[in-house]
């Protein structure tokens, strides 16, 4: 199957063309830093990288951007509630967030840009929107005039008396009108920059814009984010660029559904986040990563510990596949896919389809253990097993294929183990069976197969 996605502004499914054949332009909106990133942030940010695996996998080099923004309004709050400094604050919590991506196995980003760090290029663009006619300054306030630009509602049917606002106390023309530059205020302390209009700071909206147009150019492939931010970030942003350049900005919008906790979406303002940091201490990140991709990316998804001891079961059942074939001594070199590899693939081409790919690999797994368990497991099927292995995992990267990590099992363990095949050689089950339930308790799991017994590290 061809690479297809749903794209937000025209709500249907298209198939993917690329501006270049030779690398794809992806622009995802970042964290903002001012407190640590939680499991609904990071659901935003594995399907960010799940987009990157599967374009990768069609062969293409992706140049994507992921913005740190570390100018806004929440930020200016802790650092006038708490006595921090600006700098120690964003910069601790882009650490965490960059730290805890690569822990939940996030391929790198190409730029990381902080807002803070692009001021100069944001004053020109406004100047730039201004020059054109479509900005306008109210005391040192910069809104863009929504009534100057035709094409403003590409997400949404603009309705006058029904969207939220914003700014309005800033004195704007219209409704609808959105602020590219914020004046200074006495709240906003040493955070602040000099402009040809006054001193002050600029706008997320314009940000974002400025930021993306920098980076990538004047035209994108691909812009996305979460489905809160469709409208009005998202219908602000490329309005500016679209505007001021007269090209379309990104040729592919996609959105990702929110994480639900107790039938509302998980969010720091509710105060119903759960951090990366405190289900790291329970769960394994291949555990956290392999629950945010489960599901489809435009579906909500409900948090439960269900859900997460589900997704530790997989876990199990894919390292327990995975050591029951040999990846050292198979060679695949120039084995063609099979059609469980191909469907696979056509799974993820299909708009990211996740929980369809995840059970084409299961069915896979199911059919090799039924091989294995038959005493039936042929040369073909094992260099078939490899390959769907290195396949699967340079998407949901969830496995660690590092045979030290699978020598190394503590003694204690051992010796349990040891105990408990002395019990079964006695036949006095009951006791193999606590010692099972011992070893199984200490994190460890224990199969019995034809050549003995097999002990594998949960996850």
Request: hydrophobic share 35%; proline share 2%; charged share 25%.
């Amino acid at each position: 199957m061809k690479l297809q996605f749903y794209n937000s502004v025209t709500s249907k499914k298209e198939e993917f063309k690329s501006l270049s054949d030779k690398e794809v332009l992806v622009y995802g909106c970042g964290p903002t830093v001012y407190n640590s990133p939680h499991i609904g942030n990071f659901r935003t940010f594995v399907f960010y990288d799940l987009l990157n695996r599967v374009l990768l996998q069609n062969g293409y080099v992706v140049k994507n951007v992921i913005n740190i923004t570390d100018i806004d309004d929440k930020i200016i709050d802790r650092v006038n509630n708490e006595g921090v400094g600006f700098k120690e604050l964003t910069q601790k919590y882009e650490r965490i967030f960059l730290d805890q991506s690569s822990t939940i196995n996030i391929l790198p980003s190409t730029f990381n840009p902080r807002a803070s760090e692009h001021i100069s290029e944001m004053i020109d663009f406004i100047k730039a929107l201004m020059a054109k006619g479509v900005a306008y300054n109210i005391d040192g306030n910069i809104f863009f005039d929504t009534k100057e630009y035709s094409k403003y509602g590409k997400f949404v049917n603009i309705d006058d008396d029904n969207l939220s606002r914003e700014d309005n106390e800033l004195g704007k023309k219209h409704p609808n009108d959105f602020a590219l530059w914020k004046a200074w205020k006495d709240s906003d302390g040493e955070i602040t920059w000099e402009s040809d209009w006054g001193n002050g700071r600029p706008a997320w909206h314009t940000e974002c814009a400025v930021l993306g147009t920098q980076l990538l150019g004047d035209s994108i492939d691909i812009h996305c984010g979460g489905i809160d931010l469709k409208f009005p970030h998202h219908e602000n942003e490329s309005a500016q660029v679209e505007a001021l350049l007269g090209n379309k900005f990104a040729n592919y919008w996609l959105h990702s559904e929110h994480l639900i906790f107790d039938s509302e979406k998980m969010s720091k303002s509710l105060g119903n986040t759960l951090s990366i940091s405190d289900l790291l201490t329970k769960y394994s990140a291949e555990t956290l990563r392999l629950f945010l991709l489960s599901s489809h990316y435009r579906s909500k998804v409900s948090f439960s510990e269900k859900k997460l001891d589900d997704s530790s079961k997989m876990i199990d059942k894919i390292n327990r596949f995975v050591n029951n074939v040999d990846l050292a001594t198979i060679d695949i070199n120039g084995v063609d896919y099979s059609r469980f590899h191909l469907d696979f693939l056509d799974a993820l081409n299909d708009d990211l389809n996740t929980p369809e790919a995840l059970g084409v690999f299961f069915d896979f797994i199911n059919t090799v253990n039924k091989n294995i368990n038959n005493d039936s497991m042929t040369d073909d099927l094992r260099i078939q097993s490899k390959i769907f292995i290195n396949l699967f995992n340079s998407i949901f990267c969830v496995i660690n294929t590092s045979s030290s990590d699978k020598m190394f099992i503590p003694k204690d363990i051992q010796n349990l183990a040891s105990l408990r095949e002395e019990m079964r050689s006695k036949f006095e089950w009951n006791e193999a069976d606590k010692l099972r339930q011992m070893i199984d308790n200490l994190g460890w799991l224990i199969e019995d197969t034809k050549d003995g017994q097999k002990l594998i590290q949960k996850k």
